[in-house]
């Protein structure tokens, strides 16, 4: 007797796309994470997840997001587990498909008997993650689906952007380098949709552009945005501007990497974007990995006041610490 699908609590909290996020939930998440944050730099003992666990199950590379995932977790006094390349060290590697692999972890057959209580999942393909959670017996993180979507990452980032812009309304956002393979922007986009009065630059080079789909999502929403071919036209209008690299890992066509390679100069962060920028007061910001070859953030701006990846990555561990605490408190 087949046991697909199996239905999934109506009420479990699963994170699989931005849109599972809304504003006021956004702000009760926000509180928490400052408060993990104070409590982190005052080295206070929290322990609100004692007796959990968590499975980091990445089929994928990572460091950040598998890192910052697992501090949170023990952060709270909880535990984990992982497998840190799960094609080739978990069972996948001999053919078993995705929905065996959560079924066992999250203990549908006896919940008792569970692997572990909250799964982070990154996965190659689009739609993993909502598959995952269609079987699951725990909540879903979805922590990158091929070029799908990276909701947690996006909510690191608008906890980012909103620490140094000071809000997150009438914003002229940018977004810069690789739009089409990059899965964080679509999830930054939706999630910064939901505030009122934000515009969008989608500055990249051919082949490498910004998804239909969400022109589309924007147009619908009456969210005004434009596409440039070049940084230096429009950084005096940007607030806060998010640099990408790009996704040579996930790019089949090589003459979309050489065109990139060709006209980087429009798309780096260099000391003459960094000057033009001043009036402004643009801030930097990078989801990182920053490819080292390509240095879309050149090395001579990277220490300078406005360029803040290195801030952005640790506000990782209070934010996943405010998600991982929400969602298992439930
Ligand atoms: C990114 C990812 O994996 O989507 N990294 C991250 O999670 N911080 C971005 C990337 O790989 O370029």
Not at 176 to 183: E, M, N
Not at 231 to 238: A, S, T
């Amino acid at each position: 007797m087949s046991i697909f699908p199996i239905k999934f609590k109506a009420d479990m909290r699963h994170i699989l796309k931005a849109d599972d996020f809304n504003p006021k939930l956004i702000e009760e998440l926000f509180k928490k994470a400052l408060f993990f944050e104070k409590s982190l730099e005052k080295k206070k003992d929290l322990k609100s997840l004692v007796g959990a666990i968590m499975c980091s199950l990445f089929y994928e590379e990572s460091t950040r997001t598998r890192f910052s995932f697992e501090a949170a977790m023990h952060r709270l006094g909880g535990q984990v587990i992982s497998t840190e390349n799960a094609s080739m060290f978990s069972s996948a590697a001999k053919g078993e498909n995705l929905e065996h692999t959560i079924q066992v972890i999250s203990g549908v057959a006896s919940p008792a008997m569970r692997y572990a209580d909250i799964i982070v999942l990154r996965h190659p393909e689009i739609g993993a993650a909502q598959r995952a959670a269609r079987v699951s017996g725990v909540p879903i993180i979805n922590a990158g689906d091929g070029a799908g979507e990276h909701p947690s990452q996006a909510l690191l980032d608008i906890y980012t952007i909103q620490k140094f812009c000071k809000r997150l309304e009438n914003l002229s956002i940018g977004f810069v380098g690789d739009l089409a393979f990059g899965r964080i922007v679509r999830s930054l986009v939706k999630l910064l949709s939901q505030y009122k009065n934000n515009r969008f630059y989608f500055i990249a080079p051919e082949g490498l552009k910004i998804g239909q789909d969400i022109k589309e999502y924007l147009v619908k929403k009456g969210i005004s945005f434009q596409e440039n071919g070049n940084l230096e036209d429009v950084i005096g209008d940007i607030d806060f501007c998010y640099v990408t690299r790009v996704q040579k890992n996930h790019i089949q066509d090589q003459k979309f990497i050489e065109e990139y390679q060709n006209s980087k100069d429009k798309f780096v962060i260099s000391k003459e974007i960094y000057e033009l920028s001043e009036a402004r007061g643009t801030f930097f910001g990078h989801p990182m990995p920053i490819d080292s070859r390509e240095q879309e953030i050149s090395p001579e701006v990277e220490n300078l006041p406005r360029v803040i990846f290195l801030k952005q990555a640790g506000f990782g561990v209070p934010v996943r610490m405010a998600l991982l605490e929400w969602i298992y408190k439930k």
